[in-house]
């Protein structure tokens, strides 16, 4: 064995790593190649992988020939494969060669993006490819952006900002007191909203669940009178979060008379876009962006549809320094020195320590070219569209709500059914579906009615891969029902 001297005499050796990385490289390409060949979901028991490990930090140093050995035998059976075309579980992940490339430049120039000074081509690119994002979502060139890990995290940035706003700038120095604030969002937000209010002080009891219509949008009218009971009674109303793409079902809220209400009200606006905007850069789609342009603050996830690996968001502010306001912090061994200001990214987030994110998002943009991340996100609707007309065709199959995007519910609801065995019986589906390996799906519950979820987004999911799908669920449907 090696001294521990030998050892770190490696840890950058160019020679070696050339060696090491044709293995990688190999083992990528490999794996790639077997997308469609493996289980998409394994079936192991909790606690199967960890028996495979080590229970102590080995001592022994390992080659990369070994360790990929190990990844094979001892991690990648207990894997579930998201870049395979029959992965529709969530919303998809979506990668390609180039971004898997971009991710080890990141790696290998390591720098932190904190400040302009830290590495100033890092912050100007970084500013660069979000002004090009947002002018192609229709944000003008007046709209600031700032990388972020994802929209969880976009959305905690943009309502610290609207907490601040709220109070004055009082809750940056004393804390939230007094009089709660009070925040707005459909029954169907994504629970990223929820934690936001919890990690903000302001409280779940004070995240104000608005009421949905006939398709799962939030309903201004409902909106209006919460607002205004909350006025009544004492209450600070301070921000409005809507969705384009709720998680559900892809829901639009009313974007235009909701950013009414908040223009009337004085509360910001956010929109968590963080699926469905990447939907904008298609034109046919541009109907369930308007009025977008009238928020205080937007997220996307890039990392959800264009192509880009994780973890990649993008969020928009209309005003950079009500950001600023919030988040700057600067001790005396982080200050610039000279007269000019160029942007220091610390200074508009939660993250010091900023990985090099926007050299994925350039060369996946650059690599592919609006057009063709265009092209994959229109495909992905209309296959969605087309499974949604098999559905309606079916005796039993129904549908809440056509997909506005890529993601299709669907439900076995023949009348013979009360509505408890119908969910049992639909929750039967998805497990099996799951445990088959052939596909992956997941569910969700509208109002006390369980469906089965298919989110379509991989640029390689074809019509072949839902017609498999398909035939699968109604087997599993005919069967189980017969029992």
Known sequence: MESPEQAVSRFRDP?????????????????????????????????????????????????????????????????????????????????????????????????????????????????????????????????????????????????????????????????????????????????????????????????????????????????????????AAGLRPAAVIATIGTTSTTSVDPISEIAAICREEGLWLHIDAAYGGNAALVPELHRHFVGMELADSVVLDPHKWLMTPLELSCLYLRDRDELRRTFSVTPAYLANHGDDE????????????????????????????????????????????????????????????SPPFATLCLRFAPPSLQLAAANALNLEIQEAINRSGLAFVSRTVLRGRLYLRVAIGHPDTSAAHLTRLWDEIQRLARDLEAR
């Open 342 to 401: 160029p942007t220091d990214f610390m200074d508009y987030s939660l993250q010091l320590g900023r990985s090099f994110r926007a050299l994925k998002l350039w060369m996946v943009m650059r690599h592919h070219g609006r057009a063709a991340l265009a092209e994959t996100i229109r495909r992905s609707c209309a296959l969605a569209e087309e499974f949604a007309g098999w559905v309606r065709e079916a005796p039993g199959w129904e549908i809440p709500l």
């Open 15 to 231: 020679s070696q790593f050339r060696d090491d990385g044709r293995l990688v490289v190999e083992w990528v390409a490999n794996y790639l190649a077997s997308a469609g060949s493996l289980p998409v979901q394994p079936t192991e028991a909790p606690g199967t992988t960890s028996a495979r490990l080590p229970d102590q930090w080995p001592e022994r140093p390992g080659s990369v020939a070994e360790l990929l050995g190990e990844l094979d035998r001892d991690i990648m059976p207990g894997m579930t494969h998201w870049g395979d075309p029959s992965f529709f579980g969530y919303f998809p992940c979506t990668n390609s060669s180039v971004g898997m490339l971009a991710d080890l430049l990141v790696s290998a120039t390591n720098v932190s993006t904190m400040k302009w000074s830290t590495s100033p081509a890092a912050t100007e690119l970084e500013e660069r490819v979000l002004r090009w994002l947002g002018e192609a979502i229709g944000l003008d060139a007046s709209w600031f952006g700032v990388i972020a890990e994802g929209g969880s995290i976009s959305t905690i940035i943009a309502l610290a900002a609207a907490r601040d706003r709220a109070t004055d700038g009082s809750a940056r120095q004393l804390g939230i007191g007094g009089v709660p604030l009070r925040m707005y969002t459909s029954d169907q937000a994504h629970s990223s909203v929820d934690k936001a209010v919890i990690t903000l002080g302001i409280g779940e009891a004070n995240l104000v669940k608005v009421a949905s219509g006939d398709t799962y949008a939030m309903r201004p009218d409902a909106l209006r009178s919460a607002i205004r009971a909350d006025r």
